[in-house]
C-alpha cells in the first residue's frame, strides 16, 4: 500500500474503532435495559423498527445527511477559511436540528393518541418512566443512527479534501457535541408530542419549544443591555456548543445538556402522569404542586449550568495538534501573574474577515476563549470580553477607536479573481488599573497566543527589562545618514518597535563606558562601524558580562548605507566632516568571543569571506528576485537528521525556516579553553563553502553575474559553515595551595563575569522585508516564502535576558489542518499561470531586445561613417559639412528610432500585461469552478448511501408483502 492510501484509511479506522467502543458501550447499557427494563426496551424496540422499516424515515434521514452536508461545505467560507474542519456545520446545525427533531418527535407520543393505541401501552405492567424513557431512548437511537450517516460521509468528505490529515480527535468532539445537542433537544421535542394528538401541531410546537434554546445566543436583539443579554445568551445551545466545536471535552457543556435533558424528560413524565390526578378534586392542588416543582427544577437547571459554565475545570482538548488549548508555558506563566488589579482583555473582530485572516481569527476566537476557562477555573484574575461580528461604523467599532484607537484596517484581500480593498477590525486591548497595552491589529502571521501573553504580562508587570541598542553606522533606532553622496533619514527599523514592545529599549552610546548594570541585554549591529574608543567601551562591557546580541555582517546587501566588515566608516553628516572616522579593530571583539572568522586582506582592510550554499527550496526566488548561491536558506527537511537549526537551544528550537544574505562564517578559534561556542545556525556541508568578498563584489558589479561565472569562483564546498552561535564563558579554575602546600578543589571564577552572547554573521536577515513576510505571509504566497527570521533574533534577545518563556509561547503554534488537496490543485493552476507569465515576459524582452538591435543596426551605418570622416580628419571644408551633416542625421535617426523602440515597447508591454491577467483570470477561473466542483460532489454524494438502504428496506419489504399471495390476486 502506497503512503497516500494509508494516510487516508488510518484515519478512517481510527475514527472507527471510536465508534465501535462507544457503539459497545451503548449496547451494554441497551443489554442491561433489557434485562432490567423490559417494558422500557419492548417500547424501544418498536418505536425504532417501526420508524427505520418506514420508507419515510429514510426520506428524512436522506435530508438530514443532505442539509448537514450542505451546511459543513456550500457556503464560500468552507473554501475561504481553507481548513479542514467543521466550522459552518456547527454554526448551522442547531438550527437544521429545529426541523430534524420534530420530525422525529412529532409522533413520538401524538401518534399513540391518533391510532389509540397509548391506552395500551399504559395498561402494560410498567411504570410511567418505563413508558416514557423507552420512547426517549427510541428516538435518541434514531437520531444517532442519522448521525451516524452523517459522520462517515462528512468525514470521507474532510478526509478527501485533506488527503488524509483530518483532525480525527476535533472530528469527533464536534459530533459528540450534535450528539449531545440533539439528545436535549428530543426530550424538549418530546414535551410537545405529549401536549396533542396532532403530528402537525406536534411538530410545530417541538420546534417551538426548542427555539428559545437555539436563538438564545441572539438576545442582543430584543435585549439592549448588552450585559443582560450576555448572561441569556450563555444559556443557548450554541454558546453551550462551543468548546465542543473547537474540539475542547469540558464539564460545562455536558453538564448543561444533560440537566436539559432530565428537565425535558421530568416534565414528560409530568404530562404522562396527569392522568392520575387531573380532573379530581384536588387537580388545582396537584397542578399547583407540579408547576413548582417544575419551576424549582429549571432553576436547578440554570443554576447549576451557571456554576459549571463559570467553574469549567475539567476540561480535555481532543485535536491532534493542541490547537485548542494555550500551551503550558503560558498556563504557567498567566497563573503565576501577581497584578493589583483584575486583568480586562477586550477583543474588537469584525463580521466579515477574509480569507487570509479566517485561521487568525480562529485561533484568536480560541486563545480568548481559553482564557476565560482559565479564568472561571480560578487560575487567573482575568476577565476577557469579546465583541465579535461587530461592523466598522457600528457602536463597539466607534468605542474600540475612541478607547484604544483600534481602527479599521484597509487590507488588500483577492475573492473569487477579483482584488478588493476590505476593512477588517481585529485588534484588542489590555489593561488593569492605569496599564494598558493595544495590539491594533493582529496580524496573520505573528502568534495570536504570543501577542497576548506578552500583552497580559505587561500590563501585570509595568517594570520591563532594558534593552540596549548600541549606536552604530546602522542606525537601527533611526538617524541622519549619508545616502548615495546626499543625507537622508533612516527611521527606525521594524525589528526594534517589535523589541519596544516587550522592553524598554534605549539607544546606547559606546563613546563612554556602558554600565553593565543599567541594561538586561545589549544589542549591537554592525560593531565593526564603531571607532575605536567606542569599540574598547563595547569589548570591555562584553568581558564584564554583559549579555550581548552581536549582528556582523561582511556584505550588507538590503542595508546599502551601512559598510560592510571591512569598508570604511561613512562620513558623519553632522559633523561637517567629509573624511570618516577610523574604525576600530573588529579582531579585539573575535579575540574576546574566541571566534577567528575566516579574512582575507583587501584594499579597504580585512574583509570576511561569504559563505554559499547551493540549495535553494524556492526555486521562484531564482527567476524573480535572481537568487543565487549565497542566498542562505536553513531548514530541514522532514527525512533529514541534521541540526542545521539546533533543537538544544532555546533561541533555535522549533524553528522551521531561515534565510540569510551574503553572511559570514562563524569558526571558533583554536585551542580556546575559556568560552564554549554552540553551533545555533549551519548550512549544509555537502553543499556549502566559502567565497572571497572582493571575488564576489567583483563579479556582482558586473551586473549579470551567471551561476556557471559565480560557481566557479566559490570552488568546492568545504563542510558545514556555522552562520549563527551561542558564545559563553567558562569559569577559570586554578589549584589553590593549602597552608601544607598541597593543591585543594578549584573554585569556580564569579559567573557574572563571563562572557555571554548570541553572534550572528548577518545583518539582513532582520530587514523590513522579513518583518514584513513575518506579519503577512500571504503577500509572499508567489514566492513561496515565510521564514522565520524575526522569531530568531526575538529569540536570541530573549533568551539573554533570561526571558526563557516568550521562546516556548512564539514556538506554539496551532498547526491547523487545511484543504490540502485543493491547495495542491489551486497551486497546479498557479504555477501553469506562473510559467506562462514567464513565457510572457521572457517574450516581451526577447521582442524589446529585437528593436533595440534593430535600432542600433540602422545607426551602425552612419556610425561608421563617422569613425571613418575622423580617421581621415577634415582636411576640406566639404568634410567638415559632411561630418556635421551626418552628425545631424545621426542625431534625427536616433531619435525616430528611439520614439519606434517606445512605441514598440508600449504596444509590448500592453500586449505583455494583457496576457498575463487573462492567464490570472483563467487561473482564477480554474480554482472556482474546482471549488464548485468538490462543492457538489461533497453534497450530494453522501445521501446516496442512506438513499440506498431506504431503497434496500423497500423493497425487502414489497417481497415480503408479497409472499404466500396467489399470483391471480398480484398486479
Not at 583554536?670 to 564576489?696: P, Q
Request: with cysteine; aromatic share 10%.
Amino acid at each position: 500500500m502506497t503512503t497516500e492510501v494509508i494516510n487516508l484509511v488510518l484515519p478512517l479506522v481510527k475514527l472507527i474503532l471510536i465508534d465501535v467502543v462507544i457503539g459497545l458501550i451503548a449496547m451494554l447499557i441497551l443489554g442491561t435495559l433489557a434485562k432490567q427494563k423490559r417494558a422500557a426496551y419492548a417500547v424501544l424496540k418498536r418505536n425504532f423498527l417501526g420508524y427505520f422499516s418506514n420508507p419515510t424515515g429514510y426520506v428524512f434521514l436522506c435530508l438530514f445527511v443532505l442539509l448537514t452536508s450542505m451546511a459543513a461545505f456550500w457556503p464560500h467560507e468552507f473554501f475561504n477559511s481553507n481548513l479542514a474542519n467543521l466550522d459552518q456545520l456547527n454554526y448551522w446545525f442547531p438550527i437544521i436540528m429545529l426541523f430534524f427533531i420534530p420530525a422525529i418527535t412529532m409522533s413520538i407520543w401524538a401518534d399513540e393518541k391518533r391510532q389509540g393505541t397509548d391506552e395500551l401501552l399504559l395498561t402494560l405492567p410498567a411504570d410511567d418512566f418505563d413508558i416514557v424513557i423507552g420512547k426517549y431512548l427510541a428516538a435518541a437511537s434514531i437520531y444517532t443512527v442519522s448521525l451516524l450517516f452523517s459522520q462517515v460521509s462528512t468525514f470521507l468528505v474532510l478526509l478527501f479534501l485533506s488527503l488524509g490529515q483530518v483532525d480525527t480527535g476535533l472530528f469527533f468532539a464536534n459530533y459528540l457535541g450534535y450528539w449531545f445537542i440533539g439528545l436535549s433537544m428530543l426530550s424538549i421535542g418530546m414535551i410537545a408530542s405529549f401536549l396533542t394528538h396532532n403530528l402537525t401541531v406536534g411538530f410545530i410546537l417541538g420546534a417551538a419549544f426548542n427555539a428559545p434554546l437555539v436563538f438564545a445566543s441572539m438576545a442582543d436583539v430584543i435585549i439592549p443591555d448588552r450585559g443582560w443579554a450576555e448572561f441569556v445568551g450563555q444559556f443557548s445551545i450554541p454558546a453551550q456548543f462551543d468548546n465542543f466545536g473547537r474540539g475542547v471535552i469540558s464539564i460545562a457543556p455536558v453538564a448543561y445538556f444533560t440537566l436539559v435533558t432530565v428537565f425535558g424528560l421530568y416534565m414528560c413524565m409530568v404530562l404522562i402522569g396527569q392522568r392520575h390526578w387531573s380532573g379530581g378534586d384536588d387537580s388545582n392542588t396537584m397542578f399547583l404542586h407540579y408547576l413548582a416543582r417544575t419551576t424549582l427544577l429549571l432553576v436547578c437547571v440554570l443554576s447549576l449550568s451557571y456554576f459549571f459554565k463559570n467553574n469549567d475545570r475539567l476540561r480535555y482538548d481532543m485535536t491532534e495538534g493542541q490547537v485548542s488549548s494555550l500551551s503550558p508555558v503560558t498556563k504557567k506563566l498567566v497563573r503565576s501573574l501577581r497584578a493589583e488589579r483584575p486583568i480586562v482583555v477586550e477583543a474588537y473582530i469584525s463580521d466579515d474577515i477574509p480569507e487570509q485572516f479566517a485561521q487568525t481569527r480562529y485561533d484568536l476566537l480560541t486563545t480568548l476563549k481559553e482564557f476565560q476557562a482559565l479564568a472561571s477555573a480560578g487560575g487567573a484574575r482575568l476577565r476577557v470580553q469579546i465583541y465579535d461580528h461587530i461592523e466598522p461604523f457600528g457602536e463597539e467599532a466607534q468605542r474600540a477607536e475612541k478607547q484604544y484607537g483600534i481602527t479599521p484596517r484597509i487590507v488588500r484581500v483577492r475573492e473569487r479573481g477579483a482584488y478588493k480593498d476590505q476593512e477588517v477590525i481585529l485588534g484588542a486591548a489590555v489593561r488593569s488599573g492605569l496599564s494598558k497595552v493595544v495590539v491594533p491589529f493582529f496580524e496573520s502571521g505573528i502568534p495570536v497566543e504570543y501577542e497576548l501573553v506578552r500583552s497580559i504580562k505587561t500590563v501585570a508587570e509595568p517594570s520591563r527589562r532594558k534593552l540596549g541598542v548600541v549606536t552604530t553606522d546602522a542606525h537601527f533606532m533611526g538617524g541622519i545618514v549619508m545616502m548615495g553622496g546626499s543625507v537622508g533619514q533612516v527611521p527606525k527599523q521594524p525589528i526594534i518597535e517589535e523589541l519596544e514592545k516587550q522592553y524598554a529599549v534605549e539607544a546606547v552610546d559606546a563613546s563612554s563606558p556602558i554600565p553593565t548594570d543599567a541594561y538586561d541585554v545589549l544589542m549591537v549591529v554592525q560593531p565593526s562601524s564603531l571607532n575605536p574608543t567606542q569599540m574598547g567601551n563595547l569589548v570591555e562591557a562584553i568581558k564584564a558580562g554583559l549579555p550581548t546580541a552581536i549582528f556582523e555582517d561582511p556584505l550588507p546587501a538590503m542595508y546599502e548605507a551601512v559598510p560592510g566588515t571591512g569598508m570604511p566608516k561613512l562620513p558623519n553628516p553632522l559633523s561637517g566632516s567629509t573624511t570618516p572616522e577610523p574604525k576600530g579593530d573588529i579582531q579585539q571583539l573575535w579575540e574576546v568571543l574566541g571566534i577567528n572568522p575566516p579574512v582575507r586582506a583587501g584594499l579597504t582592510g580585512i574583509h570576511p569571506d561569504i559563505v554559499w550554499q547551493q540549495y535553494n527550496p524556492h526555486p521562484k526566488l531564482h527567476y524573480i528576485m535572481n537568487a543565487n548561491d549565497e542566498w542562505l536558506f536553513i531548514l530541514e527537511g522532514p527525512d533529514e537528521d541534521s541540526d542545521f537549526l539546533s533543537d538544544d537551544n532555546p533561541i533555535t528550537r522549533g524553528l522551521r525556516e531561515l534565510m540569510f544574505l551574503y553572511a559570514g562564517a562563524v569558526v571558533p578559534e583554536e585551542n580556546r579553553h575559556d568560552v564554549k561556542i554552540t553551533s545555533l545556525v549551519k548550512t549544509r556541508g555537502e553543499l556549502s563553502g566559502r567565497i572571497g568578498y572582493e571575488d564576489l563584489v567583483n563579479q556582482l558589479q558586473q551586473g549579470n553575474a551567471s551561476f556557471a561565472q559565480l560557481r566557479l569562483l566559490q570552488g568546492p564546498p568545504l563542510g558545514e559553515q556555522t552562520l549563527a552561535a551561542w558564545i559563553e564563558g567558562v569559569a577559570a579554575q586554578a589549584p589553590q595551595q593549602s597552608a601544607e602546600g598541597t593543591s585543594e578543589a578549584p573554585s569556580a571564577a564569579d559567573d557574572s563575569s563571563r562572557v555571554r552572547a548570541v553572534y550572528v554573521a548577518d545583518i539582513d536577515h532582520m530587514h523590513e522585508f522579513f518583518a514584513e513576510n513575518r506579519k503577512r505571509p500571504e503577500l509572499f504566497q508567489e514566492l513561496d516564502l515565510s521564514v522565520q527570521n524575526i522569531v530568531f533574533v526575538l529569540n536570541a534577545i530573549d533568551v539573554l535576558a533570561g526571558e526563557l518563556d516568550y521562546p516556548a509561547i512564539r514556538s506554539h503554534e496551532p498547526r491547523h489542518v487545511t484543504l490540502a488537496l485543493f491547495e495542491q490543485q489551486a497551486e497546479e493552476f498557479r504555477q501553469k499561470a506562473f510559467e506562462e507569465q514567464k513565457a510572457f515576459q521572457d517574450e516581451f524582452n526577447r521582442e524589446k531586445q529585437a528593436a533595440e538591435e534593430e535600432m542600433q543596426a540602422k545607426l551602425a551605418e552612419f556610425r561608421d561613417r563617422l569613425e571613418r570622416l575622423n580617421r581621415e580628419g577634415a582636411t576640406s571644408q566639404a568634410k567638415r559639412d559632411e561630418y556635421v551633416r551626418l552628425q545631424q542625421q545621426v542625431q534625427i535617426v536616433t531619435e525616430i528610432q528611439n520614439r519606434k523602440v517606445a512605441v514598440k515597447t508600449q504596444q509590448l508591454t500592453v500586449k505583455r500585461d494583457r496576457k498575463i491577467a487573462e492567464s490570472q483570470r483563467a487561473s482564477e477561473a480554474a480554482i472556482l469552478k474546482l471549488q464548485n466542483r468538490y462543492k457538489m460532489l461533497a453534497i450530494f454524494l453522501p445521501p446516496i448511501p442512506p438513499l440506498i438502504v431506504g431503497a434496500g428496506v423497500f423493497v425487502t419489504r414489497r417481497v415480503r408483502e408479497r409472499e404466500g399471495i396467489s399470483k391471480n390476486r398480484l398486479r
